[in-house]
């Protein structure tokens, strides 16, 4: 007897099933891409039991006559391509004919559909892939589908579906980015017979796209930027730096209109923001790129998610430096804007152009006058630290050669051992005095010639880490090596670290380590130059945060002086150079209309 047979139609249909309809959201999206491809301008969704009991999406648009009624739920059964060669001008989001073949078979479906130039409407219930009923039916022009008991079919993948909660935060999730990029498409959404959601139509993209994120709610700016390039087109909206989250889920991409990942664009948008937000901290951005189908490969994936490029590097950089100029174009409008009304950390531009050119304070030479003698020491023990601890700002015994601030700004005194109050012109200007000294190091940690010549470990530090973080650090250790630290693999799972820069030598090895670990897996796109260059960058900000004075430290009126003056002597001092703001300026405005001198 042979042992291979043909899989039953409806049996090979609820495989299929499987691969295109994950779960609720999936058929949500299949649904909405129908109707959006059949040109309609009002959906609208309703959801039960997240999903999984009934989702049903009633649209406007072309609706289907008897003939394609029946064949719609067919394998393969489209009108949007006839051959494989029509994907490059594809203008529809729909074209593989699947999805509901695959719906009708894992569900019960309803489908009531009418056209504009009939009177009446069909009416199709179909169980299991089976059509029951077909009748005639007074219906709207349009089409009305209805999947109630999702995968009641596969009982196996029904239980994997998540609570009623889980599954409708996908649907929105979905919802929001189908939203997102049809502003001129009316959206109302309702969850168990709640009305959620309704998004009226809009011209205004960013009007549609502040609603949707509710960028006022989570008190931020959304900037945004369109810009050209060849035949493409990108717009985006993104967070200003007064706003970051712990995951990715506020990045979101589309490619014509399509919601699609990718994880190296996503990375090259958080990485716009390296030095902008905290490390680890990733902003809102929404990304819309329209380009040329030739330049899309949309057929990776049954659910059409995964997208590739066919210039990925062109189209990551594009993004990245768009984004990132956009950012600086933000943060200069500030520096130039008078701050009447907003809390930005802002100082005036001019302000700081009055300030004499920084002249080697005392701080600044103290480090390199120590650290330029440690080299000539060549065995030293960790515990044996020849500088005296630089967590503390140097007293100057009120001396000081030059007057650092200007007229305008006086200090008023320091606030819970770790702001500094300033008089200023405008209203109240406040410093972080640990952000601000971070902020100062990390620029002359730049400029230091050799401050990164390793010194011998007397006892060397071992690091222990697994074989895979090993593997990914190993072809990077050279820069490690450039930078002064001088690290060795030994053992299966051990590194050993030999030698560290002078000035390195309070910051625990491990930590900086595991930072660049994070860093490399994060960007693993990256040429080996612009990692090293990215390294060099972080172990800079690394160093500087375990110099520099912290809060709690108690600073006299001298040294708070020369703190601000170097400040703002420094080229970037707006944020440290992990991305917090160094100084904030509240308006006299805003403290008026706290005492409610002014409305
Ligand atoms: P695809 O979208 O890939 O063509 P589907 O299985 O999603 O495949 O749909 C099959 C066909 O059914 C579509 O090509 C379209 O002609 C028709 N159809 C589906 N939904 C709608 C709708 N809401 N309005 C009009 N026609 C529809
Ligand atoms: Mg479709």
Not at 57 to 71: E, P, W
Not at 85 to 110: C, I, N, V, Y
Not at 396 to 414: R, V
């Amino acid at each position: 007897m042979s042992k291979i047979h043909i899989l039953p139609l409806h049996e090979a249909q609820k495989i299929a099933a499987g691969e295109i309809v994950e779960r609720p959201a999936s058929v949500v999206k299949e649904l909405i891409e129908n109707a959006l491809d059949a040109g309609a301008t009002h959906i609208t969704i309703q959801i039960e039991d997240g999903g999984k009991k009934l989702i049903r999406i009633v649209d406007n648009g072309s609706g289907m006559n008897y003939q394609d009624a029946h064949l719609c739920t067919a394998m393969h059964a489209t009108s949007k391509i006839r051959s494989i060669d029509d994907l490059k001008a594809l203008h529809t989001f729909g074209f593989r004919g699947e999805a509901l073949a695959a719906l009708a078979a894992s569900s019960q479906m309803t489908i009531i559909t009418k056209q504009a130039d009939t009177h009446e409407g069909i009416h199709i219930i179909i169980q299991e892939g089976i059509h029951k009923i077909t009748e005639p039916i007074a219906a709207q022009t349009g089409t009305i589908i209805e999947i109630r008991d999702l995968f009641c079919t596969m009982p196996a993948r029904q239980k994997f579906l998540k609570k009623r909660e889980t599954e409708m935060g996908h649907i929105k999730q979905l919802i929001d980015a189908i939203a997102l990029v049809h502003p001129q498409v009316h959206i109302t959404v309702y969850a168990d017979a709640v009305l959620i959601h309704n998004y009226l139509p809009t011209d205004n993209l960013y009007e549609r796209t502040a609603n949707i994120l509710q960028a006022k709610a989570h008190n931020y700016t959304l900037v945004s930027c369109t810009k050209e390039l060849d035949q493409m087109h990108l717009t985006c909206f993104v967070s200003d730096h007064h706003y970051s989250r712990y995951d990715r889920t506020g990045i979101m991409m589309f490619a014509n209109k399509r919601w699609i990942k990718n994880i190296h664009l996503s990375r090259a948008i958080a990485r716009a923001y390296m030095n902008v937000l905290p490390e680890g901290r990733f902003p809102v951005a929404i990304v819309m790129l329209d380009i040329p189908g030739t330049e899309l490969d949309i057929n990776v994936h049954p659910r059409k998610e995964e997208v590739q490029f066919v210039h990925p590097r062109t189209i990551e950089q594009w993004v990245h430096d768009s984004i990132k100029e956009t950012l600086n174009t933000q943060i200069s409008h500030l520096l130039q804007k008078t701050p009447q009304n907003s809390s930005f950390p802002v100082y005036k531009e001019n302000t700081i152009s009055m300030i004499p050119p920084m002249q080697p304070s005392y701080t600044a030479s103290y480090f390199y006058q120590k650290s330029s003698q440690e080299p000539s020491i060549s065995i030293l023990s960790p515990a044996l630290s020849i500088t005296p601890s630089p967590n503390t700002y140097p007293h100057t015994n009120g001396q000081s050669e030059i007057d650092p601030l200007p007229q305008e700004y006086e200090i008023i005194g320091q606030l819970h051992k770790t702001y500094i109050l300033v008089h200023h012109a405008e209203g109240l200007l406040m410093v972080d005095q640990h952000a601000a000294h971070e902020c100062i190091l990390y620029s002359k940690f730049e400029h230091a010639v050799d401050h990164n010549a390793p010194i011998q470990l007397l006892f060397p530090e071992i690091i222990q880490l697994t074989e895979a973080e090993i593997a990914l650090l190993e072809p990077y250790l050279y820069i490690f090596k450039e930078n002064g630290i001088i690290i060795e693999h030994f053992g299966q799972t051990n590194l050993r670290v030999n030698a560290l820069p002078a000035c390195n030598k309070q910051t625990s090895t491990e930590e900086l380590i595991r930072t660049i670990l994070n860093v490399l897996q994060e960007y693993k796109a990256l040429t080996d130059d612009e990692l090293s260059v990215l390294l060099h960058k972080k172990l800079r900000a690394q160093m500087a945060c375990k110099a520099a004075i912290k809060a709690g430290d108690i600073l006299d009126m001298q040294q708070m002086k020369l703190l601000l003056h170097d400040l703002y002597a420094t080229k970037d001092h707006l944020t440290c150079p992990h991305g917090r703001p160094t100084c904030w300026l509240i308006s006299l405005y805003e403290i008026e209309k706290k005492f409610k001198r002014k409305m």
